[in-house]
């Protein structure tokens, strides 16, 4: 009898995983036969699940722990096979251990451009890429939704699948925002947060989760960029004739001081830029003397009229308002009129401004004329 229980405890199956990949999302327990032996012990670690598989059927998932495999520990069994309690009657059954902890650092981007509405720019295409984090939250959906019988199952089998289900939904994202080119930089935090709950649900249908999403860049064509570099350097260097006249002397002294690019050449390079710098300064003018600008002088301000009348104030009336109201008595020569930088009140017939809307009749002839 000892001797027996010793072959037992000799013989008793010890199954566990150590991880020693960093892609490895699925492993199965390879087993001859997958024959399991009745108490044998299953060593789940932290950040792992085990899915017990008997006869093509789902029977349970264990979390982290330490379990011995007997129809008491695992009730759906009793209900699938009776078990003998005996030494030499294993069953049939395949383990797979599913790593739950989070795969980090997954690069994603756009395979072809995205066309937007930009309110500046007009249509515009875009391209973005960025990095997610992904980790298994249902271990039986995972095995039944993607896995199946794969002994080894890495991220690489699924990466591809989740970038085309982010990028589905950043493009929709992306294209109904509004959000202009040259501010998109300013709102990735909130962009990529809206594409993680889009995507929430068909993730969720796989058994996975994605914890964290990121937009580490949108960018316009080359071209574009290019355009848009020159716009930009345009804008900085203000006046380009000086800007010119600054590069030619500069040029000028980096020539002058160069001894390896022979004298007569230097000469030749220093002569050739101090003419273009004097054609272009007797363009502007004579020796440093800027060209008169025909610059208009701006418009006359128009003066707009407060009227005091039974102790209120009125207004502001336009010049030709107070025309209109000369005109149709309204406005008199006693009325008490303001205006920005008057002092004081002051009658209408004293502000030479508004004399004249009562004098657009003509006086009567001078006598004997």
Not at 283 to 294: F, I, K, M, T, V
Not at 316 to 342: C, H, I
């Amino acid at each position: 009898m000892r001797i027996l229980d010793f072959l037992k405890g000799e013989l008793i199956d010890v199954i566990h995983w150590t991880d020693d990949t960093r892609d490895t999302m699925v492993w199965r327990f390879e087993r001859q036969g997958h024959a399991i032996k009745y108490g044998a012990k299953l060593t789940v670690r932290e950040g792992q699940a085990a899915v017990f598989i008997h006869e093509g059927q789902l029977a349970d998932v264990f979390k982290p722990g330490l379990y011995m495999l007997e129809t008491n520990n695992m009730p759906i069994m009793t209900t699938l096979q009776h078990w003998d309690h005996g030494f030499q009657s294993p069953f049939k059954s395949e383990i797979y251990f599913v790593n739950t902890t989070r795969f980090n650092d997954m690069k994603w981007g756009t395979k072809n451009p995205i066309m937007c509405r930009d309110p500046e720019f007009g249509p515009v295409r875009l391209r973005a890429f960025g990095t997610y984090s992904v980790r298994v939250t249902d271990a039986a959906k995972f095995m039944q939704e993607i896995v199946g019988t794969d002994g080894e199952f890495t991220m690489d089998e699924i990466s591809f699948q989740i970038r085309n289900i982010i990028v589905q939904e950043f493009s929709r994202v992306l294209a109904s925002s509004g959000v202009p080119v040259l501010d998109m930089a300013a709102n990735t935090g909130e962009m990529g947060k809206l594409v993680a709950a889009a995507i929430t649900e068909t993730i969720a249908s796989y058994g996975l989760s994605l914890p964290e999403l990121y937009i580490e860049n949108i960018s316009l064509p080359p071209a574009v960029e290019q355009a848009l570099d020159k716009r930009t350097s345009i804008g900085i260097t203000g006046d380009l004739n000086k800007f010119t006249q600054y590069s030619a002397a500069q040029a000028m002294t980096t020539a002058a001081s160069n001894p390896s690019g022979g004298g007569e050449m230097s000469a030749g390079m220093g002569l050739g830029m101090g003419m273009a710098m004097a054609n272009q300064m007797n363009n502007a003018g004579q020796w440093g003397q800027q060209p008169a600008s025909a610059a208009p002088p701006p418009p006359p301000v128009e003066h707009v009229w407060h009227v005091a009348e039974n102790g209120q104030t009125k207004g502001p009336y336009s010049k030709a308002d107070m025309g209109r109201m000369a005109s149709d008595g309204n406005l008199t020569r006693e009325t008490f009129v303001w205006t920005a930088g008057q002092d004081g009140w002051m009658k209408a017939e004293d502000v030479n401004e508004l004399a004249q809307l009562f004098t657009v009749m003509p006086p009567p002839p001078p006598p004997g004329a």
